[in-house]
C-alpha cells in the first residue's frame, strides 16, 4: 500500500515538472514571432527574437517577396516587462510585452508564434476576408466599368444632338442671312454741307464665306473714297459645348461658355429652329448670338457676325453698336466697296 502511495506521488511529481517544463517552454521569448497585415496574408513582418545574444530581426514580406531584413540590438526586462530595440545609431525605443503561449504582445502589436496553431488560424482567416474582399472588389469593378461604359454611349449620343443643333443653327442662318448687309451709319442726313465725310461697312454672305469691308467716303468738288482691307473666312457658325466626362475629347477654342444646353436629348431636340434657339437663349438670360469665320489668308483677322436675339431681322459685327440691315448705308454707292 505504501509502495502504491510513492509511486503515485512520484508520477504526480512527474506531471507537474511535464506541465511545468511545457509552460516554460511556450512562454518562451526566443523564438520568430510573425504579424500579418489585415488585409491580405502575403504581407507580413516577422520578428526573430535571440534574447541570449540580445538581437533582433526584423524582416519585412510584401506580396509573399521579402524586402528587408534589419538587425537591432534587443534587451528583456522580464521583471518590468520592458523589451528594448537599440539601433545602429543608439537610439532606444522600450515598449511593454506580454507573453501568453503563442502569442506575443509588444504595445498595440499582437504577433503569433511562427508554426503554431493559432498563427496558422490567423492566416487562414485573413486569407478568406482577402479572397473575399478581392471577389466585392472585382465584382465593384465589373459594376462601375458597365456603368461608365452606359454613360459613355450615352454622353456620345447627348454630344450627336448637340452636333445637330449646330448644324441645324449653322445652315438656316447661311440661309437666312445670305447677301449683302450694310451698317446702318452713313452720312448725315440732315448735314446739309456740302463737304462732308462719312464711313460705312458692308457685309457679304454668300456661298459659306463671310466678306467685310470698310470704306471712307469724302464728297465736295470730288467724290474721295479710301477702301479698307476686305476681311474674308470660311463660315464656321456656332460651336456649343460639348459633355466629355466620359470620352476624349478636346474642346475647340473660343467655345461660349455662357450656354446652358438643356440636359436630355429631347429637351435638345425640341430645339428645331433658329427663332426656337433665341427663346430657349432669351429664357436663360442670353441676349446675343456670334457665328465664327475662319480667315482665308495667312495672317488677318476672321469677320464674326453677332445676332442680337431681341430682332433677329438684323445683323452685328464686333466694335460696334451700329445695325446691319439689307439696304446700303445713306449716301454710299455699292462702287464705294469692292465685295
Known amino acids: 500500500m505504501m509502495k502504491t502511495k510513492k509511486k503515485l506521488t512520484l508520477l504526480a511529481f512527474c506531471c507537474g515538472m511535464l506541465l511545468s517544463l511545457t509552460a516554460c517552454k511556450s512562454n518562451k521569448i526566443d523564438d520568430t514571432w510573425v504579424k500579418y497585415d489585415e488585409s491580405t496574408e502575403l504581407d507580413k513582418t516577422t520578428w526573430k527574437i535571440d534574447a541570449k545574444a540580445n538581437m533582433l530581426a526584423i524582416t519585412e514580406y510584401e506580396n509573399g517577396e521579402q524586402e528587408e531584413t534589419e538587425l537591432l540590438s534587443l534587451y528583456i526586462d522580464k521583471e518590468k516587462g520592458l523589451l528594448t530595440q537599440v539601433t545602429n545609431d543608439g537610439d532606444r525605443e522600450a515598449y511593454p510585452f506580454t507573453v501568453d503561449k503563442d502569442t506575443l504582445t509588444i504595445g498595440e502589436k499582437t504577433f503569433y508564434r511562427e508554426g503554431s496553431k493559432i498563427e496558422k488560424e490567423n492566416v487562414t482567416e485573413i486569407k478568406k476576408t ?5 471577389k466585392e472588389r472585382k465584382k465593384r469593378d465589373k459594376e462601375e466599368k458597365e456603368k461608365e461604359e452606359k454613360l459613355k454611349i450615352e454622353e456620345q449620343a447627348y454630344n450627336k444632338a448637340i452636333e445637330a443643333l449646330e448644324e441645324r443653327i449653322n445652315a438656316e442662318f447661311i440661309k437666312k442671312y445670305e447677301g449683302d448687309w450694310y451698317s ?6 440732315d448735314n446739309t454741307n456740302q463737304y462732308q465725310t462719312a464711313s460705312a461697312t458692308k457685309i457679304t454672305v454668300k456661298d459659306n464665306k463671310i466678306a467685310s469691308q ?3 467716303v469724302s464728297i465736295g468738288d470730288e467724290r474721295d473714297i479710301r477702301k479698307e482691307e476686305i476681311l ?4 464656321i457658325g456656332i460651336t456649343l459645348l460639348r459633355k466629355y466626362e466620359y470620352n476624349d475629347y478636346e474642346q475647340p477654342e473660343n ?15 425640341k430645339i428645331e429652329t433658329l427663332a426656337d434657339f433665341a427663346d430657349y437663349l432669351l429664357k436663360n438670360n442670353v441676349e446675343t448670338l456670334s457665328f465664327s469665320s475662319q480667315t482665308t489668308k495667312y495672317k488677318g483677322k476672321s469677320p464674326v457676325l453677332i445676332l ?5 431681322e438684323e445683323l452685328h459685327t464686333f466694335n460696334t453698336d451700329q445695325a446691319f440691315l ?14
Open 326 to 339: 439689307k439696304q446700303l448705308s445713306y449716301g454710299f454707292k455699292e462702287t464705294d466697296f469692292d465685295i
Open 130 to 134: 482577402r479572397e473575399k474582399n478581392e
Open 232 to 235: 474674308e473666312g470660311n463660315f
Open 308 to 312: 442680337n436675339l431681341y430682332n433677329l
Open 255 to 269: 467655345v461660349p461658355t455662357n450656354i446652358d444646353l438643356p440636359d436630355s436629348i429631347e429637351g435638345i431636340e
Open 214 to 216: 470698310s470704306s471712307e
Open 184 to 189: 446702318e451709319d452713313g452720312f448725315n442726313r
